[in-house]
């Protein structure tokens, strides 16, 4: 599959981190299996699916924290995270520090 189409498909992505991602939804989208879409979102990207999600969501709940100073709790919901504890561990694996240390 060409680059073109996966770039589609990551803009697909990040044009809809609010809602709920499925693989299945995703290779929907593409039109191929979930595998051929893992395979080749990997081979162009050098990212999983699954992982290109959880950065995307973690630098939006990161810069509404640090723009907005919004709850740690809000931030963990717009990350996609109903537990707070389990977005403050992928937060400070992701960069470092905590959620609090980078609100406004």
Same mark, same amino acid.
């Given at each position: 599959? &060409? @680059?073109?189409?996966?770039?589609?498909?990551?803009?697909?992505?990040?044009?809809? @981190?609010?809602?709920? @991602?499925?693989?299945?939804?995703?290779?929907?989208?593409?039109? !191929? !299996?979930? &595998?051929?879409?893992?395979?080749?979102?990997?081979?162009?990207?050098?990212?999983?699916? &699954?992982?290109?999600?959880?950065?995307?969501?973690?630098?939006?709940?990161?810069?509404?924290?640090?723009?907005?100073?919004?709850?740690?709790?809000?931030?963990?919901? @717009?990350?996609?995270?109903?537990?707070? !504890? !389990?977005?403050?561990?992928?937060?400070?694996?992701?960069?470092?520090?905590?959620?609090?240390?980078?609100?406004?």
């Amino acid at each position: 599959m &060409s @680059l073109r189409r996966y770039l589609r498909i990551k803009d697909f992505i990040t044009a809809n @981190l609010d809602k709920e @991602l499925t693989i299945d939804v995703i290779a929907r989208e593409a039109g !191929s !299996s979930v &595998s051929t879409v893992q395979r080749h979102f990997k081979e162009h990207f050098g990212v999983t699916i &699954s992982d290109f999600i959880r950065k995307q969501r973690l630098d939006t709940a990161r810069a509404a924290l640090a723009r907005d100073g919004i709850p740690v709790a809000h931030a963990a919901h @717009l990350a996609g995270y109903n537990n707070i !504890s !389990s977005f403050t561990t992928a937060f400070r694996k992701a960069y470092g520090v905590t959620p609090k240390q980078v609100r406004v």
